[in-house]
């Protein structure tokens, strides 16, 4: 009978689980845990102490929040420049374009609202005379 893991799938699952934890050697190879587990017994190899492997966790935790913020505010940055590009073409009277710049930036916008943790969508309503109203407002403006 054929062993189901090579000898190199085995010693890298063992060298995971001396460095790792079970958990993260499964994930990694795809072996069962509870395989990797005996694996390590018959060999004398446990995997760190919990502590460790939550201090560990932690930090993997915490870098991906650093990241997120850091995601967040570049899509930030990214809206700011779609906006600055809507606002010269609307000076300058040239419209085409407009639109993909309005979308690449609500989109920037909702990305970084949802790395952020803040809300993706709105549940307010604008009655129809407050329509009208914009409307007048940016006509007035246009013309001015």
Known sequence: MQPRCTAEQKA???????????????????????????????????????AELEKANAAKTLAWED??????????EVAGKALDRIAERVEADRLTGIRDLATTMAICVDKAQLLAGGATTRTEAIVPVEVAELRDDLAARRSA
């Open 12 to 50: 890298e699952a063992l060298a995971i689980l001396a460095a790792h934890g079970k958990a993260e050697a499964a994930r990694r190879t795809g072996i069962p845990a509870g395989t990797i587990a005996s694996w390590g017994s018959r060999h004398g190899i446990t995997s760190p102490p919990a």
């Open 67 to 76: 990241r997120k913020i850091t995601m967040a505010q570049r899509l930030g």
